[in-house]
């Protein structure tokens, strides 16, 4: 945090004015600094000078407010700040003692003032970096933050002077500019917030124009649960991004106030679903009521929130029941992360001490997840979540026809290319011919198209504007290819500039792109495991071949990241959809068919890479049926590792019909494969028999296909990549196929289970002393009553093994119990008590009572201490029922 404020720290001086300041570089060339330091309109001439700048270079005033004691200067981008990124805006929302983030600025104090050892007659300007807390109430009134400085402070509080205009970061997020000293409390310095900033006039427009995005406000003491707005490029990913905001959200203006209101009702949390088929607006929609939530009216405080990252730094979502701002948060793919949304609304339902939050969960259809999630929540009184908002390809329309969509997008899209081109995304390569009424070349007859998802008109507008720009692209046949070209040719330019010269190989790269998407990378560990796999499927048919080298591997690893940053806390992002698909289905096809089912299969890939990947062909091949083929055969080819992972996929992910297509083609890829003389019959059997069970279960629209195979996969988002060396495991697995399961139960039928349990051991040790007694064993020494709780060891040990084990089709597994009931009557028939009549007879009676009691036992055990199954046989039939 301190390292990311401090590269972009500058300093700025009016030397005319004898004015020595601080500023904060928002994009190369850009400076946002105090009025009060650059004194614009004054005689005199601004000057700036970054960290690696032997000289200070002009600068002039792009905007300027004396009454917010704010300036924006804008200098030569190649002299200052060259090769930065585009700085992210925030402000603070709440309060959480346990997660309070430490806020930093880094600039020059006349404290830091210094000799030059050179020549002693002469003063250097040191950097200071000052680290602190800002209390959200301190300073409220005056409409500033109070940051309450930690450790050392100058003795004399003029000796501040020079950190005025430094920049104020918060979790990496700048949140607002020094303004002064409280004279009064020498470790409390106030701040003006961006918020005051934005809202001013021309603000805004004057920092879109510099560096090719407008500036928003995200919760930046909640960056680490959040996903961020991604950096501006000229990729064809980046424009079609709806967090981007290039084009305007069209229609759905009825839906966007049914969701307000929802959002502003009275209840503390709720949930709600909003679905629709990829590419109709879903995140689009949430990001313009977000907008208009934000804005606020009258005395009503605006809202805060954004889209919640899918892997936080962090997952103590406590942070956001304290939030002093109302939150609205979106799951975007919600059907593939039910275990995150559980744990998210339990943190909210158990603590909530803050403002009403909202959750709208993203997704392309609500079958069976929604309303099992629903009955979850309700379980623990979440909210009414009585809410699901359905959005058609048609809603888009309202109000507005194809021809206009389209039209409005062309000009968008050329406006935000030239945007991107001014602020310096281009280089000498891109061309210059970028309008917004480029010849209609893939938008031909576009006035004539219905019911389809509004992003398909985007993608014809946006080829056109791209083809007219670059000619090479008119070439092409499909308006998607367009847009794949121009993504080629901006990885291209990231990959030249970080790959020695003649190294870069075009189709290595789009298998590498390729397997980033599917696989993704949480962790530097698994970037590294998603390059080698893409590397080794890139390459395979050649034959035994020296290993890659590492530094090439580590080489396009940086490039991926480069290309494609992660916008939350994963170790990258990934090419955007529908990009994605079209881009995997061009591989798969350039492959032979074969990039998907040999990916899978790479052995250096982690478990969770493996579910993604399959999440992501299951999510993309519902528009490419074809993708779904190399999953079924790398499934068939290794079941045992994969087809658990796939019942997970089936059961979060997938609508029903989708799920019985899977089904369905997966069957046929594990009959084929079980025909192969090498195939083994029994993990072939259980394969068959897993997946019948499943489309029995899909086929009824029953919601528990998560039973088949255990709990979905989560993840450990806390700790830190290196503990997972040092934290030793609770228990050595005696075999990797093996897994601890504890079947569900009732209360009821676990208490009744139990008390039989406890009464059968009663009944053993009272027929085996009754027996003892009654034949003198006494009399013969006291190491003959271990006879008693021999018998009783014995039943508790046959319980604890079948209970906690499968044992098969072993001889132990049939003789021990009969041994066991038939000793236990041999003690009861030694008794030699008299015996009513009309009670059945002795030899019936007491194996049938130990028979049942002996079960009673096992399954009080399995319910208490679970049991240890074999993920290669594990069917349904072994559960109890509730």
Known sequence: MAGGAALRTVEVTNQHQDSYGTGCLIAPGLVLTAYHVALPGEDGVIAVRDRVSAGFTEAVVVWENAELDAVLLKADRALVGAGLGVVRWGELVGDYPNRRPVCSMTGFPKAMRRRASARPEQYVDDLKTVEGIIAPHTGSRSRLYGLEVDRAVPTDVKNWQGLSGAGVFCNGVLIGIARLVDRQWDRILMVVPLSHLLAADGFAPAVAAHTGMAPSLQPADLRPLMDNVPDPTLSSTYLLDPRSQVTDLTGVSGLVRQIEQWCKSTDRIDVAAVTGLGGTGKSRLLIEVLHRLTAGSGEQRPWSGGFLADHPSHTDYQVLAAAHYPLLLAVDLAETRLPQIRDLMAALADSHDGAAVRVLLLARGHDTWWLALRRHLRTRSVGPIGHAFALTPDD?????????????????????????????????????????DAPRLYGAGIEHTTRQPVIYLHIAALADVLAHANPEFALKDHPMEVLLANEVEYVRRVAEARL????????????LVTAQFLAGARTAQDGRAAVRAGFDVHHRGYGVTAPPDARQLAALDDVLTAAYPATDGAHWGAVGEPLAAAWLAEVETDSGEEFIEAFLQHDSLATEQRHQTLSTVARTAQDQPGLAAGAHRAVAADPERLLPLVAQTITAELGTDQARQWLSGLEHAVADRASAPDADPDTYQWAAGLIREAQQRTAADRDDLEDLIGAPLTQEADA??????????????????????????????????GVLGLGHLTLVGAVATAAALKNGIGHDGWVLWLFVPMNVCLHLSIASGFGGRQLGDALFAWVAPLFAIGLTTLNAFMIDRPWPADWPPQWLLWPTLFAIGLTALTFSWRFEFGQLQDTRRLTISEDLPE
Do not use: N
């Open 396 to 436: 888009a329309l309202d109000g507005h026809s194809p021809e206009d969509i389209y039209v409005e997008a062309k000009v968008a899209f050329a406006r935000r290319i030239r945007l991107l081109q001014q602020a310096g995304h281009g280089d000498d390569s891109w061309p210059d011919r970028v309008v917004a």
């Open 500 to 511: 020695p010269e003649g190294t870069f190989d075009d189709k290595l790269l789009r298998s």
């Open 720 to 753: 830190p990549e290196q503990q997972a060396a040092e934290t030793p495991p609770a228990a050595p697995a005696p075999d990797s196929h093996l897994v601890l399961v504890k079947p569900q139960a009732g209360w009821a039928t676990r208490y009744i289970v």
